[in-house]
């Protein structure tokens, strides 16, 4: 490890994953971004006899990683669709010689690791009986799969073709699989062990004997600075709140911005170019940018060439650049923001995880991501956090993550701090109380829900939007009220004195915040349909006392 990589420590849980790889056994490692996976099959690779095979999902990963490799002197190759014919024979040659080399002892020229993509695997007949013959020859040491996620539907980024790697275990009943990610929940982790043919995991005393073990390393960073800013209402002032955001504090920093869709990504990189004169060069990168062009983009990107990346979450799997400074999100989960995050500060140097949010974004989020309650719940959790202006961002991501998967608040435990304690350093533990509002909704609250009730006791249902119009009294309250099939829309006739003791004297925005915060909070539920975000009435719980937080004026 010294010799080799210059790491005089293991960190994390690196040793024991690198003791169980080398005892045979299968492993799943579930470490934060930039906690080190590679050393865990690196490191054994160099000390057994044979070849380690690594599926990665993308070549700039691979690419580095190759290079890196070779700068230590290790004998390590790639193999994907971009390998010339020439050099990928001379590649499959010396696969083959090792394969049918005699006795267990390592040769000079040996191949120790060869990266592949995973539709070498799904595709390539031709490299599976390359393989076959490598475990006949006993010189398949292992096979890592990274990123093992990507094999999951459940997981927030799967690809068809890791769903084949499924053959691997089947056709190779022997040789160990390594499969690393950096965020696993429970599901995720059940259904990769299912296609993957892994061993159920095990503990305690079985796992000295059989199955499958399970390593996952703490998940708090303290050197990244979590905060939620509020994000303004047009596209045009996103842009240029984001403008003003980078030049003020990252001005010749290299970061991110995730956006939620290719398109906006696009418009996004455009407009914040030109928003800044120039002065912020940005690049776009998404699932549809030809793969010459990724590659280009990575290369300026760590060159400094292209300051901002505008991407889709189809950036991030393995970027291998230390100095992102800042990553600005508008995302659709704490999954998404948590794992986004992570492709910051990978130096360990200081950075910025900025959350741009408005409420209203769930109206538009939900028509993406939320066709299940569980994508329901996850926007809920999402929105939860966002609207959170009091409790430690840390604390509240430790509390999501032992809810929603089976990692300890333990693993938010740090040397210096426990899970509860306050980071002392993201938006809310650092926040000048006077820069919030508070303002008691009782009132408003209940008027909201009597004005729910009437629309829902003449059958309809209302948007976000369309509710906090109706609760004006501007009427924005038209509604389906033929049943199924028939598309009738009606205007709802309020009574609002009647019914609510009079209009709800709020803002839109204010409105659209306290629904959003009612929704949450379970004093709401809500329908969804294929075209519109719908919220209709649910059971009021007893006690009724809301406060509404937001920034003060000044500080939007
Ligand atoms: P991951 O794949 O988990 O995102 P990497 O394997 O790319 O992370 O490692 C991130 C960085 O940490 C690399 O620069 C690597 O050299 C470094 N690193 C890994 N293990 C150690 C260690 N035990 N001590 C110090 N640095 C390490
Ligand atoms: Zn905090």
Same mark, same amino acid.
């Given at each position: 490890?010294?010799?080799?990589?210059?790491?005089?420590?293991?960190?994390?849980?690196?040793?024991?994953?690198?003791?169980?790889?080398?005892?045979?056994?299968?492993?799943?490692?579930?470490?934060?971004?930039?906690?080190?996976?590679?050393?865990?099959?690196?490191?054994?690779?160099?000390?057994?006899?044979?070849?380690?095979?690594?599926?990665?999902?993308?070549?700039?990963?691979?690419?580095?990683?190759?290079?890196? +490799?070779?700068?230590?002197?290790?004998?390590?190759? !790639?193999?994907?669709?971009?390998?010339? #014919? *020439?050099? /990928?024979? @001379?590649?499959?040659?010396?696969?083959?010689?090792?394969?049918?080399?005699?006795?267990?002892?390592?040769?000079?020229?040996?191949?120790?690791?060869?990266?592949?993509?995973?539709?070498?695997?799904?595709?390539?007949?031709?490299?599976?009986?390359?393989?076959?013959?490598?475990?006949?020859?006993?010189?398949?040491?292992?096979?890592?799969?990274?990123?093992?996620?990507?094999?999951?539907?459940?997981?927030?980024?799967?690809?068809?073709?890791?769903?084949?790697?499924?053959?691997?275990?089947?056709?190779?009943?022997?040789?160990?699989?390594?499969?690393?990610?950096?965020?696993?929940?429970?599901?995720? +982790?059940?259904?990769?062990?299912?296609?993957?043919? !892994?061993?159920?995991?095990?503990?305690? #005393? *079985?796992? /000295?004997? @059989?199955?499958?073990?399970?390593?996952?390393?703490?998940?708090?960073?303290?050197?990244?600075?979590?905060?939620?800013?509020?994000?303004?209402?047009?596209?045009?002032?996103?842009?240029?709140?984001?403008?003003?955001?980078?030049?003020?504090?990252?001005?010749?920093?290299?970061?991110?911005?995730?956006?939620?869709?290719?398109?906006?990504?696009?418009?996004?990189?455009?407009?914040?170019?030109?928003?800044?004169?120039?002065?912020?060069?940005?690049?776009?990168?998404?699932?549809?940018?030809?793969?010459?062009?990724?590659?280009?983009?990575?290369?300026?990107?760590?060159?400094?060439?292209?300051?901002?990346?505008?991407?889709?979450?189809?950036?991030?799997?393995?970027?291998?650049?230390?100095?992102?400074?800042?990553?600005?999100?508008?995302?659709?989960?704490?999954?998404?923001?948590?794992?986004?995050?992570?492709?910051?500060?990978?130096?360990?140097?200081?950075?910025?995880?900025?959350?741009?949010?408005?409420?209203?974004?769930?109206?538009?989020?939900?028509?993406?991501?939320?066709?299940?309650?569980?994508?329901?719940?996850?926007?809920?959790?999402?929105?939860?956090?966002?609207?959170?202006?009091?409790?430690?961002?840390?604390?509240?991501?430790?509390?999501?993550?032992?809810?929603?998967?089976?990692?300890?608040?333990?693993?938010?435990?740090?040397?210096?701090?426990?899970?509860?304690?306050?980071?002392?350093?993201?938006?809310?533990?650092?926040?000048?109380?006077?820069?919030?509002?508070?303002?008691?909704?009782?009132?408003?609250?209940?008027?909201?829900?009597?004005?729910?009730?009437?629309?829902?006791?003449?059958?309809?249902?209302?948007?976000?939007?369309?509710?906090?119009?109706?609760?004006?009294?501007?009427?924005?309250?038209?509604?389906?009220?033929?049943?199924?099939?028939?598309?009738?829309?009606?205007?709802?006739?309020?009574?609002?004195?009647?019914?609510?003791?009079?209009?709800?004297?709020?803002?839109?925005?204010?409105?659209?915040?306290?629904?959003?915060?009612?929704?949450?909070?379970?004093?709401?539920?809500?329908?969804?349909?294929?075209?519109?975000?719908?919220?209709?009435?649910?059971?009021?719980?007893?006690?009724?006392?809301?406060?509404?937080?937001?920034?003060?004026?000044?500080?939007?």
């Amino acid at each position: 490890m010294k010799k080799v990589f210059g790491i005089s420590n293991f960190r994390l849980c690196q040793q024991g994953v690198c003791n169980a790889n080398m005892d045979g056994r299968d492993v799943v490692c579930v470490m934060p971004t930039g906690g080190g996976k590679s050393l865990t099959y690196q490191l054994p690779a160099l000390l057994t006899p044979g070849c380690t095979l690594v599926i990665s999902p993308l070549i700039s990963l691979i690419t580095d990683q190759i290079l890196h +490799l070779r700068e230590a002197g290790v004998e390590a190759v !790639m193999l994907t669709g971009g390998t010339s #014919k *020439a050099l /990928a024979n @001379e590649i499959q040659q010396r696969l083959t010689s090792m394969a049918s080399s005699r006795g267990g002892g390592q040769q000079e020229r040996d191949i120790k690791l060869c990266y592949v993509t995973p539709e070498k695997i799904a595709k390539s007949k031709g490299f599976m009986s390359l393989l076959r013959k490598l475990v006949e020859g006993g010189k398949l040491a292992r096979i890592v799969i990274d990123e093992a996620h990507c094999v999951s539907q459940l997981g927030h980024d799967f690809r068809p073709d890791y769903k084949k790697l499924s053959a691997l275990r089947q056709f190779f009943p022997h040789v160990p699989i390594l499969a690393l990610s950096a965020t696993c929940p429970p599901k995720v +982790l059940q259904d990769i062990l299912k296609i993957l043919h !892994m061993k159920p995991v095990v503990d305690g #005393k *079985a796992a /000295a004997r @059989e199955g499958t073990i399970y390593f996952s390393a703490p998940l708090y960073r303290k050197n990244l600075h979590y905060s939620v800013l509020p994000k303004p209402s047009s596209a045009k002032d996103v842009i240029s709140a984001m403008s003003e955001y980078i030049l003020q504090n990252h001005k010749n920093n290299s970061g991110i911005v995730y956006c939620l869709t290719k398109k906006d990504a696009e418009t996004v990189a455009e407009n914040l170019q030109a928003v800044s004169n120039g002065r912020i060069r940005t690049g776009v990168y998404h699932a549809d940018i030809a793969d010459a062009q990724k590659e280009g983009l990575h290369r300026q990107w760590r060159q400094g060439s292209v300051q901002v990346v505008c991407a889709t979450i189809a950036f991030g799997l393995g970027i291998d650049k230390g100095n992102v400074r800042f990553v600005l999100h508008h995302t659709k989960s704490l999954d998404g923001y948590y794992q986004e995050s992570g492709r910051a500060g990978r130096d360990g140097q200081d950075a910025d995880c900025v959350l741009y949010y408005r409420p209203q974004d769930a109206t538009r989020q939900s028509s993406i991501t939320c066709t299940d309650t569980d994508g329901q719940a996850k926007l809920h959790d999402m929105l939860r956090f966002a609207q959170d202006m009091q409790e430690c961002r840390k604390i509240l991501f430790a509390k999501y993550f032992s809810a929603s998967s089976d990692l300890s608040m333990a693993s938010w435990t740090t040397e210096e701090s426990s899970a509860m304690d306050k980071c002392g350093h993201c938006d809310n533990c650092t926040r000048a109380p006077e820069t919030v509002e508070h303002k008691d909704v009782t009132v408003e609250t209940w008027q909201l829900l009597k004005i729910l009730e009437a629309v829902d006791a003449q059958g309809g249902r209302q948007t976000i939007a369309g509710l906090s119009d109706l609760a004006r009294g501007l009427g924005g309250g038209s509604f389906d009220t033929g049943g199924k099939r028939q598309k009738v829309k009606e205007k709802v006739q309020l009574d609002y004195d009647a019914v609510a003791g009079g209009k709800v004297g709020l803002s839109k925005d204010d409105i659209e915040t306290l629904t959003v915060q009612l929704l949450v909070s379970r004093y709401l539920g809500e329908a969804f349909s294929s075209t519109a975000y719908t919220v209709n009435v649910y059971v009021i719980p007893g006690e009724l006392a809301l406060r509404l937080s937001r920034f003060s004026r000044a500080d939007v």
